[in-house]
């Protein structure tokens, strides 16, 4: 068998960068923040205010034993959305199943308020990051327990493209 030096080399190299995971740290509130967006379990109507229209539904749906919440968009349109919120490794992730048919991937920041949760771009599968559309942040203002306002930024082309807010109210039916 036929040695490359330069394959000899760089091969440490490349196993070490395979091996190593480039996590961001585990917010120390993490757990704290899923738990508060489980709390939102139910349905909420969008209110003036925001993008989406009035009487909009969102609804919140706790499964998997507790370990994951379904966040399901425009409830019963031809533009319904998911975005499913989970703990990977002690950090709170989430995947948007977008209509625009890709699947981005968000990690929350840690917080710098107990009634703000901020997610952020981790990649995701069909984005295409220099020419598509894609869902890259969100964030999440609690008002209280009863209001909700979220505003999620998507990107185009490479570049933020805008912010889409919604103000929601916790129905009571």
């Not at 489980?38 to 507790?66: F, H, N, Q």
């Not at 968009?73 to 948007?96: A, I, K, S, W």
């Not at 009863?146 to 930024?153: C, G, I, M, Q």
Request: proline content about 6%.
């Amino acid at each position: 068998m036929r040695r490359h030096p330069l394959l000899a080399a760089l091969l440490p190299f490349a196993l070490a960068a395979c091996s190593s995971t480039q996590l961001r740290p585990a917010s120390p509130d993490s757990a704290e923040q899923f738990e508060r967006l489980k709390s939102l379990a139910g349905d909420w109507v969008a209110l003036e205010g925001g993008e989406a229209p009035p009487g909009s539904i969102v609804r919140y749906e706790v499964t998997s034993a507790g370990s994951a919440l379904v966040e399901t968009l425009f409830v019963g349109t031809p533009n319904e959305m998911r975005t499913v919120y989970f703990l990977d490794r002690g950090q709170l992730v989430l995947v948007h199943y977008c209509a625009a048919g890709n699947q981005p991937r968000m990690r929350a920041l840690p917080s710098t308020s107990p009634d703000e949760l901020t997610f952020d771009f981790d990649g995701g599968s069909n984005v295409d990051l220099e020419h598509g559309l894609h869902m890259h942040a969100a964030k999440f203002r609690f008002s209280t327990d009863a209001r909700l306002e979220t505003e999620w930024t998507h990107w185009q082309d490479g570049k933020a493209g805008g912010t889409v807010k919604f103000v929601l109210a916790r129905s009571w039916k």
